[in-house]
């Protein structure tokens, strides 16, 4: 039997982790997001950079917070796909 929930519950599986493999659309998108922050923070005084920097780290922030409930949503979705798969249709 596999210690797959074993391992995850004892943290030696983080899907919040970013991999090595990513793809060209995603290296595409942040090449991209990297070249417009320099743009952006050379154009800015020293106290703009503050409030921008600050901003991007709400924002981060934000974004993972958004992504563990998408992930909390999509794990809910998957598991009730199983519970439907092997339990429910067992009624019928």
């Not at 703009?48 to 992930?71: G, M, P, Q, W």
């Amino acid at each position: 039997m596999s210690d797959f929930i074993e391992d995850f519950y004892y943290g030696n599986i983080e899907p919040q982790e970013c991999t090595t493999n990513l793809t060209v659309k995603i290296k595409k998108s942040l090449s991209e997001l990297a070249d417009k922050e320099e743009q952006l923070t050379s154009l800015l005084a020293d106290k703009d950079k503050e409030l921008f920097t600050d901003y991007v780290a709400t924002y981060i922030k934000f974004s993972s917070l958004c992504n563990a409930d998408s992930f909390t949503v999509g794990f809910r979705l998957g598991a009730r796909f199983t519970y439907d798969t092997f339990i429910e249709n067992k009624k019928g």
